[in-house]
């Protein structure tokens, strides 16, 4: 019989489409963590690939980024819970440097600010959106961040004691504004950002840059949030 022990941290990767990508992902999960893979209606077989290469593999049927991420925080059993996207941008093997101040009790929720390895990585168009969405969430919260990423980290308990209720592209930002709202302590941290792998479904295009800004500013107009003590992502 093996035995196994609980992940010490579990890594919420929504996957669309992905299979291209996933042997470069999953090969970098740290040691001892947990990829929980959420396939979100794939028809290129990512699931399967998934499954394969080791990851944790949950469905969700509802289209949407947030519904997947929340799919992969309510499966998710580690104390500590990271968020990385799936197609190759971001390196989950940087993710220890991102869960640390969590995991060492110094931070609450850490986001890594992404920092483009070329011109091409990250599209002007969206680029722009996140400048924008990031000033406005300064002038919301009095918090100095420069990026929405979607690499970050926090305590599973935490995080659903947010409440939580978007279920597409303003799950992060939702994310981040009850959590400042709850007077938890935010913390950003610089992370490299290469050309994704594969068609990117939102911010590759205009279209898609619209619908995320859209999401987006309806959170933003969401009264605060007084359902969650301060300190409960500690």
């Known amino acids: 019989m093996i035995e196994t022990s609980p992940p010490r941290v ?48 949950v469905h969700e049927p509802r289209r949407g980024f947030g519904a997947a991420c929340h799919a992969g925080l309510s499966a998710a059993t580690a104390d500590v819970v990271c968020f990385c996207d799936c197609d190759a941008s971001l390196d989950p093997s940087l993710l220890p440097a991102v869960a ?20 091409g990585a990250w599209p002007p168009h969206a680029r722009l959106a996140n400048l924008q ?4 969430v300064r002038r919301r919260t009095g918090l100095r961040l420069h990026d929405l990423g979607p690499m970050r980290a926090a305590r599973r308990t935490g995080l659903l004691s ?31 950002y290469h050309p994704r792998t594969g ?33 409960a992502g500690r």
């Open 10 to 57: 579990d890594i919420v990767l929504p996957c669309l489409d992905e299979a291209e990508a996933l042997p470069w992902v999953l090969a970098r999960i740290p040691s001892g963590w947990r990829a929980i893979v959420v396939d979100n209606g794939s028809t290129d077989g990512s699931a399967d690939m998934a499954l394969g290469l080791g990851a944790y593999v």
């Open 100 to 119: 640390g101040p969590v995991l060492d009790g110094s931070a609450d929720l850490v986001l890594g600010r992404r920092r483009p390895t070329t011109p």
């Open 133 to 136: 969405l990031a000033r406005l």
């Open 162 to 192: 947010l409440g939580l209720t978007d279920r597409r592209s303003g799950y992060p930002l939702q994310m981040l504004l009850r959590a400042a709202d709850a007077g938890w302590r935010v913390r950003e941290t610089d992370v490299p």
């Open 199 to 231: 068609r990117s479904k939102v911010t590759g295009t205009w279209r898609g840059t619209w619908q995320a800004v859209r999401d987006m500013r309806a959170v933003l107009d969401e009264r605060p949030a007084l359902t969650t003590a301060p300190g």
